[in-house]
């Protein structure tokens, strides 16, 4: 059991935890881990697939704060995405736009549903976890002119691929920034044989939840997410 944390608020004071089963002595043992490290309460990560894990949590003064709907794509079945109405270039093109794709990301990651407040870091961190992981030829970009609109990238690895965080900038927001990048991302998958896509999608997304129905990305299950009070401690 891992007991950390929340990652970008670690000010706050819950711990995050994932639980596929629970019970007080679970409970108790990640109160005591949390309190360990100074946290007041626990950030619980459980699925629509364990839903004894909330039935649990609930009647304990939880409360649910966000909920994911996950989805993949059969690439092969995919209808040939068009064109992006943006040009597009990759970070393996264009690796001088980093600073730009930074500034984007300060304010893309706070504004997610639940999110606020979240901190990156300075831009040589955010770039240690944020960028240069990531594969150059699947990191895509949205420009018009001198100015970036907004990024997208794939988290690659076996059989399955992930559409990893996609941002845009506040300015350009509801522009068909994100299609843009999701239709490259998919031409990029078909391009390299990768057969599935998945991605994780706050439910209060309700444009990108949309945006992946369309392009025939199909739900599996449901991430949920609680907040509430360690278990008492002795």
């Given at each position: 059991m891992?007991?950390?944390?929340?990652?970008?608020?670690?000010?706050?004071?819950?711990?995050?935890?994932w639980f596929h089963a629970v019970d007080e002595q679970?409970?108790?043992e990640a109160s005591r881990r949390a309190a360990a490290i100074g946290k007041t309460g626990l950030e619980v990560w459980t699925t629509e697939g364990t839903p004894d894990v909330a039935?649990?949590?609930?009647?304990?003064g939880y409360e649910e704060v966000r909920r994911y709907v996950l989805s993949e794509l059969d690439v092969g079945a995919a209808a040939e995405p068009e064109p992006p109405?943006?040009?597009l270039v990759t970070l393996r093109e264009r690796p001088d736009l980093a600073r730009a794709l930074y500034e984007i990301a300060l304010e893309s990651y706070a504004d997610q549903p639940g999110r606020a407040g979240t901190d990156i870091g300075s831009f040589d961190e955010w770039r240690a976890w944020g960028l240069?992981?990531?594969?150059?030829?699947?990191f895509f970009i949205a420009v018009e002119g001198d100015r970036v609109l907004g990024y997208g990238y794939l988290e690659l690895g076996g059989d399955v691929a992930k559409n990893g965080f996609m941002a845009v900038a506040r300015p350009a927001r509801?522009?068909?920034?994100?299609?843009?990048?999701?239709?490259a991302q998919?031409?990029?998958?078909?391009a390299h044989g990768i057969p599935r896509l998945r991605t994780a999608t706050e439910v209060r997304l309700t444009g990108m939840l949309a945006l992946n129905r369309r392009h025939g990305y199909r739900p599996y299950t449901t991430e949920i997410v609680l907040r509430g009070p360690l278990a008492a401690l002795d």
């Open positions: 891992e007991v950390n944390p929340i990652p970008g608020l670690e000010h706050l004071p819950w711990a995050e935890v679970r409970w108790r039935a649990f949590f609930l009647p304990r109405a943006f040009p240069d992981p990531h594969e150059p030829d699947a509801g522009r068909g920034v994100a299609g843009a990048v999701k239709r998919i031409a990029w998958a078909k």
